[in-house]
Protein backbone atom coordinates (compact mmCIF):
# COMPACT_ATOMS: atom_id res chain seq x y z
CA UNK A 1 0.00 0.00 0.00
CA UNK A 2 0.95 3.78 -0.36
CA UNK A 3 3.36 5.17 2.09
CA UNK A 4 1.86 8.96 1.93
CA UNK A 5 4.10 11.91 3.18
CA UNK A 6 2.24 15.21 3.41
CA UNK A 7 4.29 18.93 3.73
CA UNK A 8 4.33 22.12 2.61
CA UNK A 9 4.75 25.55 4.28
CA UNK A 10 3.25 26.07 7.81
CA UNK A 11 0.08 27.68 7.64
CA UNK A 12 -0.59 26.53 4.24
CA UNK A 13 -3.60 23.78 4.70
CA UNK A 14 -1.04 20.95 5.62
CA UNK A 15 -3.24 19.97 8.57
CA UNK A 16 -6.84 20.14 6.65
CA UNK A 17 -5.34 17.61 4.16
CA UNK A 18 -3.80 15.57 6.74
CA UNK A 19 -7.35 15.00 7.68
CA UNK A 20 -9.02 14.57 4.55
CA UNK A 21 -6.38 12.10 3.50
CA UNK A 22 -6.88 10.30 6.91
CA UNK A 23 -10.52 10.37 6.68
CA UNK A 24 -10.10 7.88 3.56
CA UNK A 25 -11.18 4.13 4.35
CA UNK A 26 -7.85 2.49 2.91
CA UNK A 27 -5.84 4.79 5.47
CA UNK A 28 -4.46 3.67 8.45
CA UNK A 29 -3.31 6.62 9.77
CA UNK A 30 -1.60 9.45 9.35
CA UNK A 31 1.27 10.98 11.90
CA UNK A 32 0.56 14.68 13.11
CA UNK A 33 4.28 16.15 12.77
CA UNK A 34 6.00 13.72 15.19
CA UNK A 35 9.17 13.80 13.03
CA UNK A 36 9.62 10.36 11.81
CA UNK A 37 11.01 10.85 8.95
CA UNK A 38 12.77 14.42 9.51
CA UNK A 39 15.34 12.64 12.22
CA UNK A 40 18.08 10.37 11.77
CA UNK A 41 16.53 7.11 12.23
CA UNK A 42 16.73 4.01 9.63
CA UNK A 43 13.31 2.65 7.77
CA UNK A 44 13.06 0.00 10.36
CA UNK A 45 12.64 2.37 13.47
CA UNK A 46 9.80 4.31 11.19
CA UNK A 47 8.09 1.12 10.36
CA UNK A 48 8.22 0.24 14.00
CA UNK A 49 6.56 3.33 14.77
CA UNK A 50 4.02 3.45 11.78
CA UNK A 51 3.20 -0.40 12.96
CA UNK A 52 2.09 0.89 16.23
CA UNK A 53 -0.78 2.74 14.67
CA UNK A 54 -1.25 0.27 12.24
CA UNK A 55 -0.80 -2.79 13.20
CA UNK A 56 -1.55 -4.55 9.27
CA UNK A 57 1.08 -2.77 7.11
CA UNK A 58 0.19 -4.79 4.03
CA UNK A 59 -3.55 -3.88 4.58
CA UNK A 60 -3.63 0.04 4.71
CA UNK A 61 -1.80 3.17 3.17
CA UNK A 62 -0.06 5.42 5.87
CA UNK A 63 1.81 8.33 6.69
CA UNK A 64 3.23 11.16 8.18
CA UNK A 65 2.51 15.21 7.98
CA UNK A 66 5.46 17.52 8.44
CA UNK A 67 4.87 20.90 7.19
CA UNK A 68 8.48 23.71 7.54
CA UNK A 69 8.60 27.09 8.28
CA UNK A 70 11.09 29.32 9.72
CA UNK A 71 14.10 27.55 11.18
CA UNK A 72 17.68 27.95 9.71
CA UNK A 73 17.26 25.44 7.84
CA UNK A 74 14.25 25.85 6.33
CA UNK A 75 16.30 28.37 3.89
CA UNK A 76 16.35 27.59 0.10
CA UNK A 77 13.93 24.40 1.05
CA UNK A 78 17.16 22.38 2.48
CA UNK A 79 14.78 20.35 5.35
CA UNK A 80 12.18 20.10 3.15
CA UNK A 81 13.61 18.85 0.85
CA UNK A 82 16.74 16.66 3.05
CA UNK A 83 12.59 14.68 4.79
CA UNK A 84 11.44 14.34 1.45
CA UNK A 85 14.37 12.79 -0.47
CA UNK A 86 14.38 10.14 2.94
CA UNK A 87 11.23 9.15 2.45
CA UNK A 88 11.19 8.39 -1.06
CA UNK A 89 14.66 6.64 -1.14
CA UNK A 90 12.88 4.35 1.71
CA UNK A 91 9.84 3.43 0.33
CA UNK A 92 10.78 3.31 -3.54
CA UNK A 93 7.61 2.88 -5.70
CA UNK A 94 5.32 3.01 -2.61
CA UNK A 95 5.94 6.34 -1.53
CA UNK A 96 4.07 9.10 -2.32
CA UNK A 97 4.96 12.78 -1.37
CA UNK A 98 2.05 15.55 -1.50
CA UNK A 99 2.85 19.33 -1.11
CA UNK A 100 0.14 22.16 -0.48
CA UNK A 101 0.52 25.50 -2.02
CA UNK A 102 -0.95 28.40 -0.59
CA UNK A 103 -1.09 32.02 -1.70
CA UNK A 104 1.59 33.64 0.54
CA UNK A 105 -0.26 36.48 1.80
CA UNK A 106 -2.83 33.79 3.30
CA UNK A 107 -0.26 32.08 4.91
CA UNK A 108 1.53 35.42 6.37
CA UNK A 109 -1.78 36.79 7.96
CA UNK A 110 -2.38 33.02 9.50
CA UNK A 111 1.18 33.35 11.32
CA UNK A 112 0.62 36.74 11.33
CA UNK A 113 2.72 38.99 14.01
CA UNK A 114 1.93 41.58 16.54
CA UNK A 115 4.03 44.28 14.95
CA UNK A 116 1.63 45.12 12.23
CA UNK A 117 3.49 43.21 9.47
CA UNK A 118 1.92 39.80 9.20
CA UNK A 119 4.10 37.21 8.89
CA UNK A 120 7.17 38.97 7.50
CA UNK A 121 9.30 36.06 8.41
CA UNK A 122 7.19 33.51 7.12
CA UNK A 123 7.31 35.85 3.73
CA UNK A 124 11.39 35.92 3.79
CA UNK A 125 11.00 32.02 4.24
CA UNK A 126 8.46 31.46 1.70
CA UNK A 127 10.52 32.72 -0.86
CA UNK A 128 13.69 31.34 0.36
CA UNK A 129 12.35 27.95 -0.11
CA UNK A 130 9.28 27.48 -2.04
CA UNK A 131 11.25 27.93 -5.61
CA UNK A 132 13.78 25.17 -4.53
CA UNK A 133 10.84 22.65 -3.44
CA UNK A 134 9.00 23.02 -6.15
CA UNK A 135 11.87 22.37 -8.63
CA UNK A 136 12.39 19.17 -6.47
CA UNK A 137 8.53 18.21 -6.73
CA UNK A 138 8.64 18.47 -10.13
CA UNK A 139 11.77 16.24 -10.77
CA UNK A 140 9.64 13.52 -9.25
CA UNK A 141 6.81 11.36 -10.44
CA UNK A 142 6.24 10.28 -6.54
CA UNK A 143 5.62 13.45 -6.01
CA UNK A 144 2.62 16.31 -6.71
CA UNK A 145 0.99 19.70 -5.62
CA UNK A 146 -2.11 20.71 -4.80
CA UNK A 147 -3.45 24.29 -4.07
CA UNK A 148 -4.91 25.00 -0.70
CA UNK A 149 -7.62 27.21 -3.20
CA UNK A 150 -8.82 24.17 -5.21
CA UNK A 151 -8.98 22.48 -2.37
CA UNK A 152 -11.44 24.25 -0.60
CA UNK A 153 -13.29 25.73 -3.18
CA UNK A 154 -14.04 22.51 -5.26
CA UNK A 155 -13.34 20.40 -2.55
CA UNK A 156 -15.00 16.71 -4.10
CA UNK A 157 -13.21 17.61 -7.52
CA UNK A 158 -9.79 17.59 -5.82
CA UNK A 159 -10.35 14.71 -3.68
CA UNK A 160 -10.93 12.61 -6.61
CA UNK A 161 -7.87 13.90 -8.19
CA UNK A 162 -5.81 13.25 -4.50
CA UNK A 163 -7.27 10.04 -4.09
CA UNK A 164 -5.88 8.39 -7.34
CA UNK A 165 -2.55 10.11 -7.47
CA UNK A 166 -2.20 8.16 -3.74
CA UNK A 167 -3.90 5.11 -5.63
CA UNK A 168 -6.49 4.64 -3.38
CA UNK A 169 -9.89 4.13 -3.97
CA UNK A 170 -11.57 7.29 -5.76
CA UNK A 171 -15.22 6.29 -6.32
CA UNK A 172 -18.33 8.81 -5.45
CA UNK A 173 -19.39 6.58 -2.51
CA UNK A 174 -15.36 7.51 -1.19
CA UNK A 175 -15.32 10.95 -1.88
CA UNK A 176 -18.70 11.53 -0.05
CA UNK A 177 -17.94 9.71 3.14
CA UNK A 178 -14.53 11.78 3.41
CA UNK A 179 -16.32 15.06 2.70
CA UNK A 180 -18.75 14.16 5.77
CA UNK A 181 -16.44 13.22 7.89
CA UNK A 182 -16.02 15.21 11.03
CA UNK A 183 -12.72 17.07 11.16
CA UNK A 184 -11.10 17.68 14.47
CA UNK A 185 -9.19 20.72 12.92
CA UNK A 186 -10.83 23.49 10.85
CA UNK A 187 -13.31 22.80 8.31
CA UNK A 188 -13.12 23.31 4.61
CA UNK A 189 -13.70 26.89 4.36
CA UNK A 190 -14.04 28.36 0.79
CA UNK A 191 -13.51 32.21 2.46
CA UNK A 192 -10.33 31.24 3.48
CA UNK A 193 -9.33 31.12 -0.36
CA UNK A 194 -7.62 34.23 -0.96
CA UNK A 195 -8.20 35.98 2.49
CA UNK A 196 -6.02 38.67 2.16
CA UNK A 197 -7.77 40.17 -0.83
CA UNK A 198 -10.95 40.99 2.13
CA UNK A 199 -8.79 41.43 5.01
CA UNK A 200 -8.77 45.72 5.32
CA UNK A 201 -5.84 44.95 7.54
CA UNK A 202 -3.43 43.32 4.90
CA UNK A 203 -0.69 45.66 3.30
CA UNK A 204 0.92 42.11 1.48
CA UNK A 205 0.89 42.19 -2.05
CA UNK A 206 3.18 39.07 -3.87
CA UNK A 207 3.40 37.17 -6.90
CA UNK A 208 1.59 33.93 -6.41
CA UNK A 209 1.57 33.50 -10.03
CA UNK A 210 5.18 33.06 -10.19
CA UNK A 211 5.00 29.45 -8.18
CA UNK A 212 1.87 28.06 -9.96
CA UNK A 213 3.41 28.60 -12.94
CA UNK A 214 6.43 26.81 -12.12
CA UNK A 215 4.36 23.95 -11.17
CA UNK A 216 4.71 20.77 -13.48
CA UNK A 217 3.25 18.43 -11.02
CA UNK A 218 -0.30 20.26 -10.07
CA UNK A 219 -2.86 17.89 -9.20
Not at 90 to 117: M, T, W, Y
Not at 120 to 125: C, G, N, Q
Amino acid sequence: MTKIFITGFKNSGTTLLMQLIRGHPQVGWIEFEEGYIEFDKSKDWVLMMAKKKVPNLKKYAWGEKLPWGTRENDKKGKRAISFSKKWLKFFGKEARILHILRHPCDVALSGGRQDNIPGKDALEFMFSSLTKYIDFVNSDKRCATILYEDLVLEPALYLFKIFKFLNLKDDNKTVNKVMNTELKFGKINPDRAYAHLVNSSSNLEVNYNQFIERLESRI
